[in-house]
């Protein structure tokens, strides 16, 4: 099973509307991040949270990690169609005796109509 | 410096070649990642070095070699590759201690 789950698995809304993509661990998070992908394209870093209910904001887009790391959410608020994409969260989690491992949810597809 | 620097960006390789791709940077970290990522997935781990030794290596065919061969620079060198190969390899890099993870823009692989 997956480390990371993600929902919704894809999106589609209105511009102007406002949305919001979850992120879901069965273990602590220590370093959570989002990222924006372009189909065939690199990984656009968004933001980054590490402290329990921190909350970071970067333009319309606002992160969050609840306080008890184990789960993000990322809300676009009036949504453009410049924010379509694949939405990743990534984390870093506890491995074995390797250390810390990082791994990515299954991604979130966004789609803004005009 | 604050980048990832993947290079090339783009790359098309016949089953009977050799190629390598290359990985570089500046930020001090002593954990460098190569990633593999289809079309339609999210990317997959493929190797860790940690402190140049590699410390991963998620039952990759040995088709892929890594190579670390100092602290700001990971390679991947390609040999005999297969159609089913081609994908987008991403390149990161971080602290050991899991902090500051950093992404490349990748190197876009196509093999024929």
């Known amino acids: 099973s997956q480390e990371l789950e993600q929902s919704p698995q894809s999106l589609i809304v209105q511009e102007g509307k406002n949305l919001t993509i979850n992120c879901t661990s069965s273990?602590?998070?220590?370093?959570l991040y989002w990222y924006k992908q372009k189909y065939g394209e690199g990984l656009i870093f968004l933001m980054m949270?590490?402290?329990?209910?921190e909350e970071k904001s970067h333009e319309k887009i606002t992160a969050k990690l609840d306080e008890k790391k184990q789960q993000s959410s990322l809300h676009i608020t009036a949504s453009q169609p410049s924010h379509a994409g694949i939405y990743l969260c990534?984390?870093?989690?506890?491995?074995?005796?390797?250390?810390?491992?990082?791994?990515f949810g299954p991604g979130t597809r966004l789609s803004v109509l005009p | 410096d604050t980048e990832v620097t993947q290079t090339p960006k783009h790359l098309v390789m016949g089953m009977t070649n050799k190629k390598s791709l290359k990985c570089e940077q500046h930020?001090?970290?002593?954990?460098m990642y190569w990633y593999k990522q289809k079309a339609k997935k999210p990317p997959e781990l493929m190797f860790v070095?940690?402190?140049?030794?590699?410390?991963i290596n998620e039952s990759v065919p040995s088709r892929f070699s890594p190579e670390c061969p100092n602290s700001s620079l990971l390679n991947l060198h390609l040999h005999a590759l297969q159609p089913e190969d081609s994908a987008l390899y991403l390149c990161?890099?971080?602290?050991?201690?899991?902090?500051?993870?950093?992404f490349g823009s990748g190197t876009r692989l196509t093999v024929v």
């Open positions: 990161a890099s971080s602290h050991t201690g899991g902090s500051g993870y950093t």
């Open positions: 273990k602590t998070l220590y370093g």
């Open positions: 949270l590490q402290k329990g209910g």
């Open positions: 990534g984390a870093a989690l506890i491995r074995d005796n390797y250390g810390q491992n990082f791994v």
């Open positions: 930020m001090g970290h002593r954990a």
């Open positions: 070095y940690s402190y140049e030794k590699l410390s």
